[in-house]
């Protein structure tokens, strides 16, 4: 399967706390990028990091990207109940013309008040 | 609207029927995706439409699935002769540009097939 790989699989925190999450991936690419989903339904975009990039931030989120690990992070400081939700990292190959995306297999995050 | 809209929401259908499914990208995005996301498979992709450019069915997972985007807008994907596996989420995404590193794409609201 071509598919990555998150680990770990659930994470239960209180709220206030930091949420780290990782992601590896398989082949070369051209971006990364997570993804929250709330209730099985929409995916909600959170951050892009291009490969040639180590570390980007967003409000409480930071991603970091190891290319030569083939490995992301992504923390969430201070969390907050609202930030329970399913977390996916997604990859675009580089050299395809496509720029389908590769999904992780994701992180159920659970933030208690 | 300034998301991405797909329709209908929740779709429930009998073993053997054909089914059409419907997303409306945002404006001006050039780049048109279909997922989908089930219990046993996770997220998958199906199907990527650029322009005019011949698209990319390699994702389809049988010739019972096929898509068509009119106008270079309105995307529609059609399942022939629904199976009991074909339940599940399809999410439509739309980028703005395509290739190289710049590429976010945004998913709509998905569609929930269940197959009974």
């Known amino acids: 399967s071509q598919q990555g790989e998150e680990d770990p699989q659930a994470l239960s925190i209180q709220e206030g706390e930091n949420a780290t999450m990782n992601c590896s991936y398989k082949t070369s690419i051209n971006n990364l990028q997570w993804y929250r989903q709330n209730s099985g339904r929409g995916l909600v975009h959170l951050i892009l990091?291009?490969?040639?990039?180590r570390e980007k931030h967003s409000g409480r989120l930071r991603v970091t990207l190891d290319t030569s690990k083939k490995s992301s992070s992504l923390l969430i400081t201070a969390s907050r109940a609202a930030d329970t939700a399913s977390y996916f990292c997604?990859?675009?190959?580089?050299?395809?013309?496509?720029?389908?995306?590769?999904f992780g297999t994701g992180t159920r995050l659970q933030v208690f008040p | 609207g300034a998301g991405v809209s797909q329709s209908p929401s929740n779709k429930v259908t009998e073993k053997g029927k054909d089914v059409e499914l419907r997303c409306d990208p945002i404006s001006g995005h050039t780049a048109l995706y279909w997922y989908r996301q089930s219990l046993g498979q996770g997220l998958e992709f199906l199907i990527y439409f650029q322009g005019n450019s011949a698209p990319d069915k390699s994702g389809l997972p049988s010739d019972r699935f096929s898509a068509e985007r009119t106008g270079g807008s309105v995307s529609t994907l059609t399942i022939q002769r629904t199976q009991q596996e074909d339940s599940a989420v399809y999410l439509c995404?739309?980028?703005?540009?395509?290739?190289?590193?710049?590429?976010?794409?945004?998913f709509g609201p998905g569609t929930r097939l269940t197959v009974l």
């Open positions: 997604a990859t675009a190959a580089a050299l395809s013309h496509t720029d389908k995306l590769i």
């Open positions: 990091i291009r490969s040639n990039e």
């Open positions: 995404a739309s980028s703005l540009v395509s290739g190289g590193p710049y590429n976010e794409q945004f």
